[in-house]
C-alpha cells in the first residue's frame, strides 16, 4: 500500500531533550516535506527536500534540523526542544515538487513539550 | 514570500445548500492551488486542484475557480451533506513550485 508513516504518533517531552520523528514514504517520490499545524494559523512548512542530499527552509524552520541521506526517509530533528513547539506535525511526499504533484499526507505526530 | 488568505473562518449552512469558501494569494508567479479537507484528528487530503492555466475545474459537487487578475481562487461545494463538515484549506504553490502556504482553514459545519 502507498503510504506515508510518521513515527512516534505521540510524543511527551522536556524543554531540552533532543528529539527526531521519523518520516518514510514508499511510492518513490523525489520530493518530501514537513508542516506544522496550529489552531488558527494552517499549516505552515518547516523544511521541505527536493531529492537526496537537497534540503531547505520553509517558513518556520527556527529550532528545527533534517536530513536526507535516502529518497525514502526524511527525519525532522528537534536539537532542544521548547513548549513553543508543541504542535501537531505533519509529514508529507509527492512525486516531483508542487508544480501540480499531489501531495500526500502522513498521520501526524501530536507532540507536547513541558 | 507567498501570503495566502482565506476566508471565512467559519462557515454553517443548512444541508442541501451550497458553501462557498474564498482565498487570496500574493505572488503574482504561484501556479498551483490545491484544497486540502481534514476531518476531526485525520490528516489533509487533497479534493481538488487547479493550476494557473484553467479558470475552472469541477469534480462531481466540487468546484473550484481562479481569478489570476485578482489574485483569488474559491471552493464551490454544492447540494452539501453531513459529510461535508471538516476544516477545508486552500494553499498556493511559490514561484519556484518548491514551497506550499496555506490559508488558516475554514470550519464548514453542514447542519442536517
Known amino acids: 500500500e502507498a503510504q506515508v508513516t510518521q513515527n512516534p504518533r505521540y510524543l511527551i517531552t522536556v524543554t531540552g531533550k533532543k528529539l527526531t520523528v521519523t518520516c518514510s514514504q514508499n511510492?518513490?517520490?523525489?520530493?518530501m516535506s514537513w508542516y506544522r499545524q496550529d489552531p488558527g494559523l494552517g499549516l505552515r512548512q518547516i523544511y521541505y527536500?527536493?531529492?537526496?542530499?537537497?534540503?531547505d527552509k520553509g517558513d518556520v524552520p527556527e529550532g528545527y534540523k533534517v536530513s536526507r541521506k535516502e529518497k525514502r526517509n526524511f527525519p525532522l530533528i528537534l536539537e532542544s526542544p521548547s513548549p513553543n513547539q508543541t504542535s501537531l506535525y505533519f509529514c508529507a511526499s509527492s512525486l516531483l515538487g508542487l508544480a501540480g504533484y499531489e501531495q500526500y499526507f502522513g498521520p501526524g505526530t501530536r507532540l507536547t513539550v513541558t | 514570500g507567498e501570503n495566502v488568505e482565506q476566508h471565512p473562518s467559519t462557515l454553517s449552512v443548512q444541508e442541501g445548500d451550497s458553501a462557498v469558501i474564498k482565498c487570496t494569494y500574493s505572488d503574482s508567479a504561484s501556479n498551483y492551488f490545491p484544497w486540502y479537507k481534514q476531518e476531526l484528528g485525520k490528516r489533509p487530503q487533497l479534493i481538488i486542484d487547479i493550476r494557473s492555466n484553467v479558470g475552472e475545474k469541477k469534480d462531481q459537487r466540487i468546484a473550484v475557480t481562479l481569478n489570476k487578475t485578482a489574485k483569488h481562487f474559491s471552493l464551490h461545494i454544492t447540494e452539501t451533506q453531513p459529510e461535508d463538515s471538516a476544516v477545508y484549506f486552500c494553499?498556493?504553490?511559490?514561484?519556484?513550485?518548491?514551497?506550499?502556504?496555506f490559508g488558516s482553514g475554514t470550519q464548514l459545519t453542514v447542519l442536517p
Open positions: 511510492m518513490n517520490h523525489e520530493y
Open positions: 527536500s527536493m531529492n537526496v542530499e537537497v534540503t
Open positions: 494553499a498556493a504553490n511559490s514561484g519556484s513550485a518548491r514551497q506550499l502556504t
